[in-house]
């Protein structure tokens, strides 16, 4: 596949099995992941044929830095995923530390935002280009309240963004599963990626769990 595609976001399964489908497909293709590795997800070298690029959440400067290392190594990005994904830590909501509750925010709020803003701003100035929206959430038997408001606010974010950039001539989506297994939803996202003409633009996908099903919001 002659399609140039970065992958940032949240270092979690769903980012992992994504990274390495689009690689297997032959994509040419970059990860920065948020750095952390939690129960092993983070992206790290998993494969030879992706490049990983080192990005710092927090910093604005980081994420323009991740755009700018991955055209001067592909000349050009032709697609990014920016994914999001639960962080909170298995502890009571009254026990979290407030260093761990302004990391969560710095890695799932602070870097979606600087990261999504510059990839716009990108796209912007080459005249176009897609920029998708992963948001995957695990079915859990309890879901954590931090994970809640991390989730919503990157779902406002986009929302926003679809509606600022209607008129453009970026193609802005979104994917959205809840419940549905890590690989069974990535192999749902390459299935978009490898279309030759990109569809979807301004509003989520919706993955129901079911086998070559989306469903739109």
């Known amino acids: 596949m002659d399609k140039s595609i970065l992958i940032t976001g949240r270092a979690a399964p769903v980012t992992t099995e994504l990274a390495m489908r689009t690689a297997a497909k032959g994509f040419t293709l ?27 959440p927090a910093l604005p400067i980081s994420a323009r830095g991740v755009v700018q290392e991955v055209c001067n190594a592909f000349e050009r990005i032709d697609e990014a995923l920016v994914v999001c994904a639960p962080l909170a830590p298995a502890v009571p909501f009254h026990e979290l530390p407030p260093a761990t509750v302004e990391d ?18 990108h796209f912007s100035r080459r005249g176009g280009g897609t920029l998708s929206f992963v948001l995957h959430q695990p079915e859990r038997e309890l879901s954590a309240p931090l994970d809640g408001a991390l989730l919503g606010a990157f779902e406002r ?3 926003g963004l679809f509606e600022l950039y209607a008129n453009e001539p970026i193609m802005l989506r979104g994917f959205r599963s809840t419940g549905s297994e890590p690989g069974e939803f990535a192999e749902h996202v390459l299935a978009y990626l490898m279309e030759e003409n990109p569809r979807g633009g301004g509003k989520w996908l919706r993955h129901s769990g079911r086998p070559g099903l989306f469903t739109l919001r």
């Not at 970059?30 to 710092?56: C, F, H, P, Q």
């Not at 710095?106 to 701003?121: F, H, N, P, Q």
């Open 104 to 121: 969560a925010v710095d890695r799932a709020v602070k870097g979606l935002i600087y990261m999504s803003k510059e990839l716009i701003g």
């Open 157 to 159: 974010l986009v929302d």
């Open 30 to 56: 970059a990860t920065a992941a948020d750095g952390r590795n939690e129960s092993g997800n983070g992206i790290g070298e998993l494969d030879e044929r992706i490049r990983a690029v080192e990005w710092k």
